[in-house]
């Protein structure tokens, strides 16, 4: 850039800021110089000529319409500055079409006939996008007297320039109706690369500002900015897991939305859903998870119960309204999560129930999952492709309620899934399964491992479904019962290492967890000792079928100086002396069964 290109930079800048200084509306003169400053680095990218591009930057707003009578005259307005400042004509006639070729005009605007006038408009829209862009929308609503959002102002889908500038509107729908159609209208590589990120953020931002739209709102399926009009099936998930999965496996067909109804209703008192009951239920329930766990696990919990409990409270009513697809596989959250929904919905018209982990297992016995939260978009797919849904009949959504009513009646604060049925059971079910995997991962004897360590072998060796906030509350339980004895620091899972408890004590003065602790390693030694039992006498059997004939050599002598013959000879004898020990040893291995089975029988409960 020479001097004199320099010095019309110069002059563009005043100029530039001059007029826009004041500017409320989102064009004021910081947009002109983020918009010049891209244009710059788009140049340099992209090999275009740096001195149109920052020219044409910095004068790109002045001809707008909203800052002179109309576009003509903004347009001659420009026209003239150039010709007193002394850009040359050739340059003067560039910068004036692009400047003329800018205007998005409602999506239907003319392509840019040079490199220069393609850079400068991309720098223009990558300014609308990702963070900034969205607070100059709002700023520009504001200063136009649009509302934020109203769900009765619908989308313009298609516009001519004139309904873009002066149709009615509202901020978010601008978002639809504009913004995020920039990133595919943009010219060059390096621009559409750059507003990767920046797209992205604009979606964020939507999907968060629906998100807040729906919280309380029994309305939102009619009002969502997202989803009003376009919603024709619901999907009921009760995990973020199974909602992501099936997100992920529905985003291309149209009218499909994911509804997560979640709270692991498996763990903690039960919440009745009458209005005089709700909210002292919800204290017990948050006071319940207060008292027992961890007090990083208790705040993230009491955060999510309230999440969960807005969610409940507002979803159902509306779900009656359209088709619903209730996902609850063979886990207890599920199941307790399908039995609170149909009390809340009763007699819906057409709602189907699906067990993907069933219909999965059906297919492929040998595949087994212990919920809908397991199982793959890929997989959910093929159950979507290959069931034919039937709606469960007012029968069956009967039965399913007056289960639920069966287990608030119950009031407990554990529930299992045991054969198919939900079972209220005592806080210590899987007390003996912590101790049992203390005992296989060698927490034991003095030697200490990390509390995460054992609730991860508990979780990963269990058929059923259990959070990990539970499992470690029960390793704490145990360690103040003297089950098991700790080091580190107990306020959460990473900051401290168990092992299980020796008593030392006389027998009587033993509590039932250090009862339980003895009972757990007798038990784990016989079932050692079993196993080392059944693997003697495989390899007893399998040498006793052994020809060794031809490992006969008449060199080959023993320590004692016998010969090689003798091998078969010597074989002989360890089979029947083995056969002896095995014939006094059967005995004692059914003694051991029937003590393993004593002790089970024995284990004590809460």
């Not at 275009?48 to 576009?71: M, Q």
């Not at 010219?187 to 739209?213: C, I, M, P, Y």
């Not at 103040?480 to 168990?498: E, F, P, V, W």
């Not at 052994?546 to 090689?564: F, I, K, Q, Y």
Request: net charge negative; aromatic share 8%.
């Amino acid at each position: 850039m020479n001097s004199t290109q320099s010095y019309i930079i110069q002059q563009a800048q005043h100029f530039a800021r001059a007029v826009h200084g004041e500017d409320s509306s989102g064009h004021d003169w910081w947009h002109i110089e983020r918009v010049t400053r891209l244009a710059r680095i788009l140049a340099y990218l992209e090999g275009a000529n740096s001195y149109l591009c920052v020219l044409s930057a910095y004068l790109h707003d002045i001809a707008d319409e909203k800052l002179n009578e109309s576009k003509e005259a903004g347009y001659k307005r420009v026209q003239k500055w150039l010709m007193q400042t002394g850009v040359e004509a050739t340059d003067q006639e560039l910068v004036l079409e692009i400047i003329h070729t800018m205007s998005f005009s409602g999506g239907s605007g003319q392509p840019m006939r040079t490199l220069e006038g393609q850079i400068v408009q991309d720098a223009d829209r990558l300014d609308a996008i990702g963070a900034i862009g969205v607070a100059r929308s709002f700023a520009y609503s504001g200063w136009k007297g649009q509302s934020m959002y109203d769900p009765a102002i619908p989308l313009r889908t298609q516009m001519t320039s004139e309904e873009y500038r002066k149709g009615r509107s509202t901020v978010i729908n601008h978002f639809y109706e504009k913004l995020l159609k920039l990133k595919g209208l943009l010219n060059t590589e390096s621009a559409k690369l750059l507003a990767t990120g920046k797209h992205q953020e604009v979606e964020l931002f939507l999907r968060a500002f629906d998100k807040e739209w729906a919280m309380g709102n029994e309305s939102y399926l009619h009002e969502s900015p997202i989803h009003r009009g376009q919603v024709s099936r619901v999907h009921i998930a009760f995990d973020d897991s199974t909602a992501g999965s099936l997100r992920i496996m529905l985003r291309s067909i149209p009218g499909e939305m994911v509804v997560t109804l979640s709270d692991d209703l498996m763990v903690g008192p039960l919440v009745k859903d009458q209005d005089l009951d709700f909210s002292r239920s919800l204290a017990a329930r948050k006071d319940w998870f207060q008292a027992r766990y961890s007090v990083s696990d208790a705040d993230e919990k009491k955060s999510m119960l309230l999440e969960s409990a807005v969610d409940w409270l507002t979803w159902p009513r509306q779900l009656m309204e359209w088709p619903c697809v209730i996902w609850a596989g063979n886990a207890a959250s599920e199941q307790l999560g399908l039995r609170r929904l149909l009390s809340l919905i009763p007699d819906h018209p057409n709602v189907m129930l699906v067990n993907a982990a069933s219909i999965l297992h059906n297919q492929n016995p040998n595949v087994s999952y212990r919920g809908t939260f397991e199982i793959g978009p890929d997989s959910l797919k093929n159950v979507l492709d290959t069931t034919e849904y039937v709606r469960l009949t007012r029968q069956e959504q009967a039965s399913y309620r007056e289960d639920w009513q069966r287990l608030l009646n119950e009031d407990g604060t554990f529930r299992v899934l045991q054969r198919d049925v939900l079972v209220t059971v005592p806080e210590s079910y899987y007390d003996n399964e912590i101790l049992k995997a203390a005992y296989r991962i060698e927490a034991r004897n003095g030697f200490f491992k990390k509390s995460a360590r054992i609730v991860g072998e508990v979780i990963g060796h269990s058929e059923l479904a259990v959070s990990d906030s539970f499992i470690e509350y029960r390793v704490r339980c145990l360690i103040q019962l003297g089950a098991l004895t700790y080091t580190g620091d107990l306020d959460a899972m990473r900051n401290y290492s168990i092992s299980l408890v020796d008593a030392s004590t006389l027998e009587e003065q033993w509590s039932n967890e250090q009862r339980l602790a003895k009972s757990v390693k007798v038990k784990m030694l016989l079932e050692e000792m079993m196993e080392i039992h059944l693997s003697e006498q495989g390899i007893m059997e399998q040498l006793g079928q052994m020809d060794v004939a031809g490992l006969n050599h008449p060199v080959c002598t023993t320590e004692t100086g016998s010969t090689g013959s003798d091998i078969q000879a010597h074989i002989d004898r360890l089979m029947i002396t083995y056969k002896t020990h095995i014939e006094q040893r059967g005995s004692m291995m059914d003694s051991l069964v029937k003590m393993l089975s004593r002790l089970d029988e024995a284990d004590p409960e809460e």
